[in-house]
């Protein structure tokens, strides 16, 4: 099915979208983006996403290209037109073009350009992935360091995913320092007892809006939060792992390095997140 995608101001077939072969998005991966899910047909956390947004775009000194108001009505329109009940949207901000190759940003009031499309995926919240758990390896964090900036250079956790492919394993958590950074393209953490271990934030990791989300709701289940560098020896003598995203919610690590977490299946309080999560999310979808 031909999806109906929205291209600066414009929503037409995803066949006839078109972005200049000078937008620094394309040759300087100077862009932002977010990916929101939707279940029910609802956005989840839309007002998260939209302040990273902001944030990020700030960080970079790149223009707003519409109001968060708008943003809205273009997610909620792009939902619509595309009936998606299950699913993810994509956004993306880049500097825009101004007709030319230069390492120098464009002239100032050069307009941003910004793409959104949707990406259907029914079956997203009952999904057999989190039922087996991911299978993780680690590899060295050789990203820049600025990884609070939700910016498209995406080349090196594709090629972790890929390392990780190879290895016959879901994902990979990177490290630096001797300790986890954070997974591919979720947040990392580990549980002890009857706490929750996760590094905390600074800018050596995505400020994950589900992270922000399920650490609230672990401390309202009464479970202990630290948040603290940790190393994947710390991470494979835990009683379970998990990560965090809006693409795969919590996602139960079952597995690091080889090491079995547990009995290798999904441990109960990850699975309990992920339930909690969900529902909640759901309550306050928009
Ligand atoms: N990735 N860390 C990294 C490096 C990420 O790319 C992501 C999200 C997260 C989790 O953030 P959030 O909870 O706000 O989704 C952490 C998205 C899903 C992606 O690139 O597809």
């Known amino acids: 099915m031909t999806r109906t995608v929205y291209v600066n101001g414009t929503y037409l077939p995803e066949t006839e979208a078109t972005i200049s072969i000078f937008d620094r998005g394309f040759l300087m991966a100077d862009a932002v983006y977010e ?53 993810l949207i994509y956004l993306q901000v880049t500097r825009g073009s101004d007709g030319d190759r230069d390492f ?27 039922q087996k758990g991911a299978r993780i390896i680690s590899i060295d964090d050789i990203r820049w360091g600025r990884r609070d ?6 080349l090196y956790p594709s090629m972790g995913k890929m390392m990780a492919k190879k290895a016959g394993c879901d994902d990979a958590w990177m490290v630096e320092d001797g ?3 954070e997974g591919t393209s979720n947040n990392a953490y580990f549980v002890k007892g009857n706490t929750i271990v996760t590094r905390p ?43 965090t995203s809006a693409s795969a919610f919590v996602m139960p690590v079952v597995e690091i390095d080889g090491v079995r977490l547990g009995d290798g299946t999904p441990g109960p309080i990850a699975r309990r997140l992920r339930e909690i ?3 909640e999310s759901r309550k306050a979808a928009i």
């Open 201 to 243: 934030l600074s800018s050596d990791i995505l400020h994950g809006i589900t992270r922000k989300a399920v650490l609230r709701m672990a401390q309202e289940a009464q479970l202990k939060v630290e948040e603290r560098l940790f190393t994947i020896q710390e991470a494979q003598a835990a009683d379970e792992a998990f990560t």
């Open 179 to 181: 300790y986890v950074t």
């Open 104 to 130: 120098v940003f464009p002239a100032e009031g050069t307009p941003p350009s910004i793409v959104l499309f949707t990406q259907n995926k029914p079956g997203l919240a009952d999904s057999p992935a989190a």
């Open 277 to 279: 999560y969900l529902e």
């Open 149 to 154: 900036i939700k910016t498209v250079q995406l």
């Open 35 to 87: 990916v929101t899910s939707v279940l029910d047909g609802k956005l989840i956390d839309f007002d998260g996403h939209a302040m990273r947004l902001k944030r990020s775009l700030d960080a970079l000194d790149m223009a707003e290209p519409c109001s968060t108001k708008e943003l809205l009505d273009i997610c909620r329109k792009l939902v619509e037109l595309n009936g998606i009940d299950e699913g």
